[in-house]
């Protein structure tokens, strides 16, 4: 069975930084565009940051652009996304899901994803 586990998040004050991280397991990701998304109360999930297969091109929405990066770590038998967030702000707080798609191409769509995982609470105090 094919999983996404995130995992990492936490309460944490503004300013701060956390590492979320997604672990595949059932088999790897690598032939797959990657992508974080999130979601707080009452509002839809949006987009966040997303990889392409190769890795060699990053989207990251406006509202973390210059604060979050997102890497991969593929080895043998494991597959590990994550999603490094510096400078945190009380806006930032939702429960972050990580996302993989059948195809190269990463979009910013959450419509356009495959797997998902069960998502990590991050909460940010002001």
């Known amino acids: 069975q094919v999983q996404l586990v995130e995992s990492g998040g936490r309460l944490v004050q503004a300013g701060g930084s956390l590492r979320l991280s997604c672990a595949a397991s059932?088999?790897?990701?690598?032939?797959?565009?990657m992508g974080w998304f999130r979601q707080a109360p009452g509002k839809e999930r949006e987009f966040v940051a997303t990889?392409?297969?190769?890795?060699?091109?990053?989207?990251?929405a406006d509202s973390v652009k210059g604060r979050f990066t997102i890497s991969r770590d593929v080895a043998e038998n494991t597959d590990t996304v994550y999603l490094q967030m510096n400078s945190l702000k009380p806006e930032d707080t939702a429960v972050y899901y990580c996302?993989?798609?059948?195809?190269?191409?990463?979009?910013?769509?959450?419509?356009?994803?495959?797997?998902w995982g069960q998502g990590t609470q991050v909460t940010v105090s002001s």
């Open positions: 059932g088999r790897t990701f690598s032939n797959n565009a």
């Open positions: 990889m392409t297969k190769s890795g060699g091109s990053t989207n990251y």
């Open positions: 996302a993989a798609r059948n195809g190269p191409t990463a979009f910013m769509s959450p419509q356009t994803y495959d797997y």
